[in-house]
């Protein structure tokens, strides 16, 4: 029982060792990697895009809103006046956190 178990733990040590066994592991290493950078980037990529988005909205709904203050104004026998300074309020989004609160985006 001892000679088989210890020819047992013999296979298993050559087999941990040999390319079989470390190819495919350094293999899962590397993709694993590779996907977590493929996931940072495609979350940088859709923040980027809300917020250009989100600047787009801000942008059409100020606009509307100084065109029906001006239309009104006219409706009243009032000059249209010039728009103030667009301000853009920046967009919110609930933060991810890892185990540590760190903020990742």
């Known amino acids: 029982m001892r000679e088989r178990r210890a020819a047992i733990a013999q296979e298993l040590l050559n087999f941990v060792t040999s390319t079989e066994f470390k190819n495919p592991i350094e293999e899962i290493v590397r993709t694993c990697g590779q996907l977590q950078d493929m996931l940072h ?57 890892g185990g540590n609160g760190a903020v990742r985006v």
């Open 41 to 97: 980037d495609e979350v940088k990529s859709h923040h980027r895009n809300w917020k250009r988005r989100w600047e787009h909205y801000q942008a059409v709904q100020w606009d509307a809103s100084h065109v029906q203050v001006n239309v009104r104004s006219v409706l009243h026998g009032e000059r249209p006046k010039l728009p103030p300074r667009r301000e853009i309020a920046p967009l919110q989004l609930a933060a991810s956190t």
